[in-house]
C-alpha cells in the first residue's frame, strides 16, 4: 500500500482523482454560486502554492503576495474595462474614468487593449517586480524579519497607491462591473463555469510545477539555503540566486491567481491588496502546513471556505476565530495540519511492527508520501 | 571505468610533489582587522599541493580568521594567489567555484536533508539551471565513492541532523570531497571524535592531502605529530615559525609562546 | 523662509510621532527579536486610554497628564500577558512571533469594535495645547511640540533606564549572549518580562500621544505598525540610536515627498527609498559587529 501510495504510479493516480474532483465532480453537484466560489477559492490555493514554496521550503516570509496578486487582477481587469468600453460603450473609455478623470485614457493603460499583451504582462509584471526585488534584497542578504517587513511595507504601499489613483485605477472602489472576458459574455452561466474550469486547471498545473521544483535539485537545494544560508555560499552556489528564483515562481503563480479572480468575482479593489489579505494568503497556508506540497492548497480553500461560510453571518466572531487560528497554529503548531497527519501516520507504522528497513537506495530515499511529500520538514530557524 | 577517483594512491610529504606542475596556495601579507584590532597580521604562507600542512597555535592567534580570510568570510587586504588566480576580495561562492573548500568548527551540514542528498549538493555547484530542475535520479559517481571514503554508505537515506558528531565531520569532510576542491582548509576536524576516529580521520586526512593543497587548524599536538608533514605556527596574527613538527618544536620563540611548559617534550621529538 | 521651516516643523513631528511608535519595537524586536505586530494595537490600547480617561476626567489637561501613565500601564500589562502567555515559546521562531501577534492584533481590533464600534471617537486636547506659537514665522502647533517633546522624554528615559540601571544592564546582557547571561545567574526570564512591559508601555504613550493630532479607530494601529518597522530595520536592530536617527529622517523625508508629489506617490517613494538605503547598508545604520557565521 505504501509502495504503491509513494511510487510515481501513485502520484499519477492522485492527480489524476485531484483532476476528476475538480473538473468532472465539482461543476456536476454545486450550484452556479457556489462553484463561483470554489473558483475563488481555488485562485487563493494558487497564491497559496506559491507561499508553499517560498516560505515552506525557503523560509522567505513574504507578506507581499498581495503586491503580486493584484499587478495580476489589475492587468486584468484593466484589459476588460478597455474591452468593455469599446464592446459597449464604443467610446473606448472605461465608464469611472469619465466619471472621475478627465474621460481620457492614461497612456500606460493603452498597451493593456491588447488581449496578447495582457496575457503576458499578467505573468511578466509579477515576474519582473519580484526579480528586480528579489536581486534588490538577497543579493545584499537583506532576510529574514528584514525581508518580511520590507514585503509587507511593499504591499501597504501599493494599496496607498492604488487609493491616490482614484482616476486611473478607480481608488479605494477598484475596478468592477465586467460584462465580458475575451469576448465571452460574463453572465452566461456556461462562461463562468468555463473560468472555473481555468481556475481548477491552472491549480492542478501549479501543484504539478511545485511538486517538480520541490523533488527537483534545485528544491533540495532551496531547503539548505533556508537551513544554513550561508554554509551554501562554501559549497559554490548564490543564495540570493536560487531564492530569487522561487520568489518569482511565487509572484508569477500569485499574478496569474489574481488574473483569474478578477473575472470569477467581478471586482478588484485595494482591499484585496493590501497587508491585511497578504497576511490571509499566509494562514491557509500555516494551517495545511507549509512544508508540504497539499498543505498549503488545502489550507488555503479551507480558510476561504470558514470565511466566507462565516464571516457574512457572524462577522465579529469570525475575526476572533481567524486571530485564533494564527495563534493556535503558528505558536502550537508550527508544522499545521500536515504535522498531525504525519504523526498519526508514524504511530500507525510503529503498530505494524514493519521489518528493518534495508539499506534505503537513493530512489526509496527521493520518493515520499504524495501528502506530506517531503523529507524536508520544519525548518530550524536560526535566530535571525 | 575512466571517472578520475577522489583519492588517487600517494602519500603526503614536506614541500609537496615533486613532479610535474604542483598546484599551490600563496598568501602574501594577509591582514585581517576588527575594528582596529589586527586579528591577522601580514601573514605569508605557502601551501604546495601534495602536502599536508597543519596550521596550529594558541588560542586567539588567528588561525580561523586566516581561512575565514581566505574564504572571503571577512574581508581582508594582502593577496592570497591559487595557482595563478588572485582570489581575495571575490565573493564568497565565487570563491568556492575556484576550488577553495572549508569545513566549520562546528560540523555545519544540512540538518533536515539526508546525506546523500547533502553530498549531491555539495558535487553540483557546476550544475546547469536545467539540470537544477530535474530530479536527482542516479547518484554522481562522485557521491558514491565519497559515501564509500567516509563509510556512510549505510546511513545514506537518513536526515543529516540524526547523525553523531564525529559522523557530521565526517559528512562535512565528504561534502569537501565532492566539491572536488583543490584547496581544503579544514578547522579542527576532529574536535569531538573519539581515539579511534580521530586515528581513521587523520589516515583518511593523509590519503585526502596526497594530491591536493591541504591546510588543517588542529590543537591536539599528538595528533599534529602523528599525521602533519609539515606545520605553521601562529601566534597573535603572525607567523611565528614554520618547519617540520621536529622542527617547529624545536624552535624556541614557538616554546615560548605556544607549548610553554611542554618544551622538554617536544625535545623527544 | 516660512515654508521650510515649516516644513522641516511637519518632517520633525512626524518623525517624533514615528520615533514614539518605533521607541518600544526597537526594544522588543531590536533587543529581543520578537517581531511584535500587536505592538500598533497596544497604541491603540493606550489611545482608547485617553479616551475612556476623558470621560471620567472631563478637565482635558488633567485627563491627559493621568493618560500618558496609564496609557504606558495599559499597554505594558497587555504586552506582558503576550510575553507569558505565547511569546516565552517561541524566541527560536522570530518570523513565526510575527504571525501569531498578527492573529492577536486581529483579536484586539475586533474587539475595540466591540467595546467602542467602529466609527472613530476623538479626545478633545487640553486648552493650553490648543494653538499655534510661530517660529521665523511659522506656525507650529501646539499639540505637535507637545508630542516632539513627550518623544525626546520617552527616548531619554529609555536610554537611561538601558545604560544606568541594573535593569538595563541585565537587558543588555541577554541581548548579546542569552546562553552566556543564564549561566551568570541573570535571570532572562524576569529581564524578558520586563523588556516586553517597557516596550510594549512605550506603545501605550504613543497612543495616548496621537490623541492629540487625529482621532482613534480600531484601525489606529495598522496605520503606524508598518512605518514604525521600517524605521526599526532602516535604524538597524538593537540599536535605539539607529532607530532615532531613522524616525526623524523619514520623517522628514515622507512629508517632503508628500508635499511635493501626493500622499499616496510619498508612501512608494519613501519604501524605494529604504531599499535603497539596505543595499548601501543592508545592516541598517548601525549595526552589531559579531564573527559568527550567520
Not at chain 1, 492522485?14 to 468532472?24: D, I, K, P
Amino acid at each position: 500500500m505504501k509502495g504503491l501510495l509513494q511510487g510515481r504510479l501513485g502520484t499519477a493516480a492522485g492527480f489524476a482523482a485531484a483532476a476528476v474532483l475538480l473538473l468532472v465532480v465539482a461543476p456536476a453537484v454545486l450550484s452556479a454560486f457556489n462553484l463561483g466560489l470554489l473558483g475563488k477559492f481555488l485562485c487563493f490555493a494558487i497564491v497559496a502554492v506559491g507561499i508553499g514554496l517560498a516560505w515552506g521550503r525557503g523560509g522567505m516570509l513574504t507578506l507581499g503576495q498581495g503586491v503580486f496578486f493584484g499587478l495580476g487582477a489589475y492587468i486584468m481587469a484593466m484589459h476588460m474595462k478597455l474591452a468593455d468600453a469599446s464592446l459597449f460603450g464604443g467610446s473606448g473609455v472605461p465608464d469611472f474614468m469619465s466619471l472621475y478623470g478627465s474621460g481620457q485614457v492614461p497612456g500606460w493603460w493603452e498597451p493593456f487593449r491588447s488581449p496578447a499583451v495582457t496575457l503576458l504582462a499578467v505573468v511578466l509584471v509579477p515576474g519582473l517586480v519580484a526579480l528586480i526585488l528579489g536581486l534588490a534584497v538577497f543579493k545584499r542578504r537583506v532576510k529574514g524579519a528584514y525581508f518580511a517587513i520590507l514585503s509587507q511595507a511593499l504591499a501597504a504601499a501599493f494599496a496607498v497607491f492604488l487609493i491616490g489613483q482614484q482616476a486611473t485605477t478607480g481608488g479605494s472602489n477598484g475596478l468592477s462591473g465586467f460584462r465580458s472576458f475575451f469576448g465571452f459574455d460574463l453572465q452566461d452561466p456556461d462562461n463562468k463555469v468555463m473560468l472555473y474550469m481555468i481556475a481548477a486547471a491552472v491549480l492542478l498545473l501549479s501543484v504539478a510545477l511545485a511538486r517538480q521544483l520541490m523533488h527537483s535539485r534545485l528544491g533540495e537545494l532551496l531547503v539548505a539555503v533556508r537551513d544554513q544560508e550561508e554554509r551554501v555560499r562554501f559549497l559554490g552556489y548564490d543564495p540570493a540566486s536560487i531564492k530569487t528564483a522561487i520568489y518569482v515562481v511565487a509572484a508569477v503563480l500569485a499574478g496569474i491567481a489574481g488574473a483569474l479572480f478578477v473575472p470569477l468575482v467581478g471586482i478588484i479593489s485595494p482591499a484585496d491588496v493590501g497587508v491585511i489579505p497578504s497576511i490571509a494568503f499566509i494562514i491557509g497556508v500555516a494551517i495545511g502546513g507549509r512544508a508540504t506540497l497539499l498543505g498549503p492548497v488545502l489550507g488555503a480553500v479551507g480558510a476561504a471556505a470558514a470565511q466566507s461560510a462565516l464571516s457574512s453571518t457572524f462577522p465579529s466572531f469570525w475575526v476572533y476565530f481567524q486571530g485564533l487560528l494564527f495563534v493556535l497554529v503558528i505558536g502550537f503548531m508550527p508544522g499545521g495540519l500536515a504535522s498531525l497527519a504525519s504523526m498519526v501516520g508514524k504511530r500507525r507504522r510503529n503498530r505494524t511492527a514493519r521489518p528493518l528497513p534495508s539499506v534505503p537506495t537513493p530512489a526509496a530515499a527521493s520518493a515520499s508520501a504524495p501528502l506530506t511529500e517531503g523529507e524536508a520538514s520544519m525548518p530550524e530557524e536560526a535566530r535571525r | 571505468m575512466s571517472t578520475p577517483t577522489l583519492l588517487p594512491d600517494g602519500e603526503p610529504r614536506a614541500g609537496g610533489l615533486r613532479h610535474g606542475r604542483p598546484k599551490y596556495l600563496e598568501i602574501r601579507d594577509l591582514s585581517v582587522s576588527f575594528d582596529g584590532f589586527l586579528a591577522v597580521d601580514k601573514v605569508n604562507l605557502d601551501v604546495v599541493q601534495g602536502d599536508l600542512r597543519f596550521l596550529i597555535g594558541p588560542n586567539g592567534a588567528g588561525k580561523t580568521t586566516v581561512i575565514d580570510a581566505i574564504t572571503g568570510l571577512v574581508p581582508a587586504t594582502g593577496s592570497v594567489n591559487h595557482t595563478g588566480t588572485e582570489i581575495l576580495g571575490r565573493k564568497v561562492h565565487r570563491i568556492a567555484r575556484l576550488g577553495v573548500g572549508r569545513t566549520f568548527q562546528t560540523a555545519s551540514v544540512f540538518e533536515n536533508l539526508s546525506v546523500l542528498q547533502n553530498l549531491d549538493i555539495a558535487a553540483g555547484s557546476g550544475r546547469g539551471p536545467l539540470q537544477m530542475l530535474r530530479r536527482r535520479k542516479t547518484v554522481d559517481p562522485a557521491v558514491e565513492e565519497a559515501l564509500e571514503i567516509i563509510g556512510m554508505e549505510g546511513v545514506a537515506g537518513k536526515k543529516a541532523g540524526i547523525l553523531a558528531h564525529g559522523q557530521k565531520q565526517w559528512l562535512e569532510i565528504g561534502m569537501l570531497l565532492v566539491q572536488n576542491s583543490d584547496v581544503l582548509l579544514l578547522d579542527e576536524p576532529i574536535a569531538g571524535m573519539s581515539q579511534d576516529e580521530r586515528a581513521e580521520t587523520g589516515e583518511l586526512l593523509r590519503r585526502i592531502a596526497a594530491s591536493r593543497i591541504t591546510l588543517v587548524i588542529e590543537h591536539d599536538m599528538d595528533f599534529v605529530r602523528e599525521f602533519a608533514t609539515s606545520v605553521t605556527v601562529l601566534a597573535a596574527g603572525k607567523v611565528l615559525s614554520e618547519g617540520s613538527v621536529a622542527q617547529v618544536q624545536a624552535d624556541k620563540k614557538v616554546q615560548d609562546v605556544y607549548l610553554g611548559s611542554s618544551g622538554a617534550e617536544a625535545d623527544d621529538a | 523662509m516660512e515654508l521650510l521651516i515649516g516644513q522641516m516643523f511637519a518632517g520633525l513631528s512626524l518623525g517624533s510621532v514615528l520615533l514614539l511608535a518605533a521607541l518600544g519595537l526597537s526594544l522588543t524586536f531590536g533587543q529581543m527579536g520578537v517581531i511584535n505586530m500587536a505592538h500598533g494595537e497596544f497604541m491603540m490600547a493606550g489611545a482608547y486610554t485617553a479616551f475612556v480617561v476623558q470621560q471620567a476626567i472631563s478637565d482635558a489637561g488633567v485627563s491627559l497628564l493621568v493618560s500618558i501613565p496609564l496609557g504606558f500601564l495599559v499597554g505594558g500589562v497587555l504586552g506582558l500577558v503576550l510575553e507569558v502567555l505565547l511569546l516565552r515559546r517561541m524566541y527560536h521562531r522570530p518570523l513565526d512571533t510575527l504571525l501569531v501577534t498578527f492573529g492577536v492584533a486581529l483579536i484586539l481590533q475586533q474587539a475595540a469594535r466591540d467595546i467602542f464600534g467602529a466609527p472613530s471617537v476623538d479626545v478633545r486636547a487640553p486648552a493650553w495645547l490648543q494653538g499655534n506659537i510661530e517660529m521665523l514665522g511659522a506656525p507650529i502647533p501646539l499639540t505637535r511640540l507637545f508630542i516632539l517633546a513627550l518623544s525626546l522624554v520617552c527616548l531619554a528615559g529609555l536610554v537611561l533606564l538601558l545604560k544606568a540601571t541594573p535593569l538595563g544592564r541585565r537587558i543588555r546582557a541577554v541581548v548579546l549572549n542569552r546562553d552566556l547571561a543564564e549561566t551568570s545567574g541573570v535571570s532572562t526570564r524576569r529581564s524578558d518580562q520586563l523588556t516586553f512591559f517597557i516596550g510594549s508601555g512605550l506603545a501605550g504613550v504613543a497612543g495616548v500621544a496621537v490623541t492629540l493630532i487625529g482621532s482613534t479607530s480600531p484601525y489606529l494601529g495598522t496605520n503606524y505598525i508598518v512605518d514604525a518597522f521600517l524605521v526599526v530595520v532602516a535604524g538597524g536592530i538593537g540599536q535605539i540610536k539607529g532607530a532615532v536617527i531613522a524616525a526623524f529622517a523619514l520623517g522628514v523625508l515622507q512629508s517632503a515627498f508628500e508635499y511635493s508629489t501626493t500622499a499616496s506617490i510619498g508612501k512608494v517613494l519613501i519604501l524605494i527609498v529604504i531599499v535603497v538605503f539596505l543595499q548601501l547598508r543592508p545592516q541598517g545604520i548601525f549595526s552589531l559587529k559579531t564573527r559568527s557565521l550567520a
